[in-house]
């Protein structure tokens, strides 16, 4: 606030002194006055120099046009006394330079004004009355209160330039962090737009999700469990034998539909039981490679129900569009984050992937069940990548901080 007060104080004091006006004396400056002030010095030598020869009438002429002179001298300062400028001065601080101090100033008068206004009036009723060595002593007092006030002149305008070199910084600087916080809000704003655009794009594609797993479960069952019920009904020699079927695919519905009870079995068993079930009804030669001295006690069953939802949609993706022959899941720990991998060597495909090899989402039906995958990473706290080519198979990578 001290640095702004000090510039507004400067701009009055540009303002004042940069004014025009067609009476010259109503916009007197220290310079305008120190000019004035030689020319009379100029005179008054020059009459002194004059009174000393015989030529009476010069000095007589000299005498009265120094007169005339000193009286607009002594008008200029009382009027400067009066002026915005000499008020601008006064609040004005100088540098200690000048003997007044930056801080705790109150304005007051200039002492070099003040002495100057009083000594013009002495010095032109010296000259009046012809009393010139007096008159000599007080023109040195005032040339070199003259100097004096041209010094703090100099030190004001030293000041001045200061102030609004550092008021130019603050603003810059003021500029540059309400910039950075405009961008940082707008940034914000978008990541907070996005983010919400996702979360219904992935409402939309969960619903979707929903209606197409109770489609399958339904056409899972009337294909299965109803027709073997129907052959039971026709062929009733052969109940005992379509039961049994009818009780295995019952369960195998089952069982894909009810996750595994982690309180009583790690992830890792429960992934290698996925991965023999897997194998047995599909056909595909999966395979379990998982590290024995991983530690997952940092995962709560509410996280372990989720890696497992992953390898689970996973293995269910091989299984309806990979044409795979082999399929392995892998877990690894390195450092602080666990790895876990499902790859096949089916046809692969192409899936919009940014420059990391995070999945971009995307509403097609087709991608929902990579998109959950993507959303139960992110519940995770991890990442979900995808590697894969057309022909060469496909690699899911789960990455999970350890802590």
């Known amino acids: 606030m001290r640095l702004v007060s000090f510039v507004l104080l400067a701009a009055l004091f540009f303002s004042c002194s940069a004014g025009q006006n067609t009476d010259q004396n109503e916009n007197l400056n220290l310079q305008d006055i120190a000019d004035q002030w030689a020319m009379i010095d100029l005179l008054f030598n020059g009459m002194l120099l004059e009174a000393s020869s015989e030529n009476k009438f010069t000095a007589l002429a000299d005498k009265e046009l120094l007169l005339g002179a000193s009286d607009v001298f002594c008008v200029s300062m009382q009027k400067f006394q009066k002026s915005d400028l000499y008020r601008a001065y006064r609040a004005i601080p100088f540098s200690p330079q000048t003997g007044r101090s930056l801080y705790n100033y109150h304005p007051k008068d200039i002492e070099e004004v003040v002495i100057i206004s009083e000594l013009s009036v002495i010095f032109r009723d010296f000259t009046a009355s012809g009393e010139m060595e007096k ?106 034998l379509k039961m049994t079927e009818l009780m295995k695919k019952t369960r195998d519905i089952c069982n894909a539909l009810i996750p595994p009870d982690f309180r009583f079995s790690e992830l890792p068993d429960a992934l290698r039981q996925l991965c023999m079930d897997f ?51 892998t877990m690894r720990q390195s450092n602080d984050i666990i790895y876990i991998g ?11 992937l940014d420059d990391n090899g995070r999945i971009i989402s995307s509403p097609d039906k087709s991608h929902i069940g990579i998109i959950s995958m993507k959303e139960r990473a992110a519940i995770l706290g991890g990442q979900l990548k995808i590697v894969s080519e057309i022909g060469e198979g496909t690699l899911v990578c789960l990455e999970i901080p350890a802590g």
């Open 135 to 240: 008159a000599k002593a007080v023109s040195a007092e005032i040339s070199n209160c003259m100097i004096r006030l041209l010094i703090i002149d100099s030190e004001v305008q030293r000041y001045i330039g200061s102030s609004y070199f550092n008021l130019l910084i603050a603003f810059v600087f003021f500029t540059a962090v309400i910039v950075l916080l405009i961008m940082f809000m707008h940034k914000s704003l978008t990541n907070t737009i996005k983010r919400e655009t996702e979360s219904t794009v992935f409402s939309h594609a969960y619903m979707l999700a929903q209606d197409e797993e109770r489609a399958r479960i339904s056409r899972e069952l009337h294909d299965t469990v109803i027709q073997d019920m129907r052959c039971v009904l026709l062929e009733p020699e052969k109940t005992e």
């Open 279 to 329: 194998g047995e009804k599909t056909g595909i030669d999966c395979r379990a490679e998982i590290d024995t001295h991983i530690k997952l006690e940092f995962l709560t069953m509410e996280k372990r129900l989720q890696v497992y939802r992953i390898v689970q949609e996973a293995l269910t993706n091989i299984e309806k569009h990979a044409l795979a022959k082999e399929a392995i899941i």
């Open 342 to 352: 499902i790859g096949d060597d089916g046809k692969g495909f192409n899936f919009p």
